[in-house]
């Protein structure tokens, strides 16, 4: 029995799957309040609220106020996507209840792009070029060159991110979007990795570092929706960027598990984002080191940090989205319920689930012994899927 086991833990966000399971992996209680009723979640879920909440920026916390209490009372609170920065709410509810993330203003500040370029530029590390929207007057003002690319200036995933190829593609996106809420930024090409680490905010460990994918075709028709990672990531700049990272974490007084995210140039890499949470990469960062990145997280708290080794093998994630509005019929669910009981498939949707266009639908996972073996594996699993929702669309 793990020493875990007594500990009950409540994790709370829009999507909750990649925590829930990691800490049932390690063998604590799991209680879970989200949005989608997942097969897996539900599998490792001790107990499970489902709610539907609309998306992270439209939240209606009074409504959820009844159902959190129902998973009450725990050991601590993780707070997964949409909430990581509502510790504050959190602890108005539940009194005293510890919240294992970074602190809200933290979090918060951090999440800002337009402020962490602002600190990283104090830091004199290599940034793109970063202005918020707000502060150009005229779109003759932006001295970056194009293409750029506009970002929100809070969230993750890529999925609203913009590219600007002239000046009067600028001037038409800036008449459209409420220049408050987004950012431009200088465009660089390049390999999109990320670092995984663990800090207890004085002290961080570098756990791996992963490949990003972003708009993959095959799995989305977004140009830069997030769209899964490999692990780990090989090149003559790890040492650097795992160094940074670190260093970063420090500086900025990060806890718990957190990632930063590059972008690898002909000129050597270059800092994009810093996320102050849980990321993405959990599942295939566990996969390919074999650590368990919940009780990790949990022990940081505490002020322990692991002894990390080295990869034992590569793992690949693919993030599969809607090509269209997507009824999870019979034949796309028992493929991917066969695929869950194979252990190369997660977040499977329930039976009649509906995903609109460009909604994430599944995520593919697999291990092998190089990148290129993995990458085939989740191809052929990939292209399952596909051929399966494309036969069942023409039967229409």
């Keep these: 029995m793990s020493q875990w086991s007594s500990m009950k833990v409540l994790v709370i966000g829009v999507n909750t799957r990649h925590i829930a399971c990691s800490a049932s992996r390690a063998g604590y209680t799991v209680y879970t309040l989200g949005r989608f009723n997942d097969v897996d979640l539900k599998a490792c879920s001790d107990r499970s609220v489902i709610h539907d909440m609309p998306d992270v920026h439209d939240l209606d916390l009074p409504e959820l106020i009844p159902l959190f209490r129902t998973l009450l009372p725990v050991d601590f609170i993780v707070l997964g996507p949409g909430f990581e920065h509502l510790g504050n709410w959190v602890e108005e509810i539940t009194g005293n209840v510890p919240v294992l993330n970074n602190p809200p203003h933290i979090f918060t500040n951090i ?47 890529g999925m609203e991110n913009r590219l600007v190829i002239d000046l009067k593609d600028l001037e038409m996106a800036m008449n459209v979007l409420d220049s408050g809420q987004y950012l431009l930024q200088e465009y660089i ?31 989305t028709g977004m140009p830069f929706a997030y769209c899964g990672n490999i692990t780990p990531y090989i ?58 990145i919940f009780r990790l997280h949990h022990e940081s708290f505490k002020g ?9 093998c590569f793992s690949i994630k693919t993030i599969f989205f809607a090509p269209r509005r997507l009824v999870v ?10 695929c869950y009981n194979e252990g190369t498939a997660a977040d499977v949707p329930s039976k009649g689930t509906v995903c609109e266009k460009d909604e994430p639908v599944v995520s593919f996972l697999l291990k092998g012994n190089s990148r290129m073996e993995v990458i085939r594996q989740a191809e052929q699993l990939v292209n399952g899927l596909t051929d399966i929702i494309e036969d069942t669309h023409s039967e229409v």
């Design 111 to 157: 999440s800002d792009k337009a402020w962490l370029a602002k600190k990283l530029k104090i830091l004199n590390l290599p940034h793109p070029f970063t202005v918020p929207l707000d502060s150009l007057k005229t779109p003759e003002e932006w001295t970056g060159g194009y293409p750029a690319i506009i970002k929100p200036r809070v969230g993750a995933g």
């Design 329 to 338: 019929e019979k034949r796309v669910y028992d493929y991917l319920v066969q």
């Design 235 to 292: 090149s003559e700049y790890n040492d650097w960027m795992r160094e940074t990272s670190m260093n970063l974490a420090k500086e900025l007084a990060l806890v718990g598990s957190n990632g930063v995210d590059f972008i690898i140039t002909d000129k050597g890499p270059v800092v994009l984002e810093v996320n102050p949470r849980f990321q993405g990469s959990i599942d295939t960062v566990e996969r390919s080191t074999g650590l368990n």
């Design 189 to 219: 090409k390049g390999t999109v990795t990320s670092v995984s680490i663990i800090s207890t905010g004085k002290q961080a460990v570098a756990i791996a570092v992963n490949e990003q994918l972003a708009g993959i075709d095959t799995l």
């Design 304 to 312: 322990k940090l692991p002894v990390c080794g080295d990869s034992q």
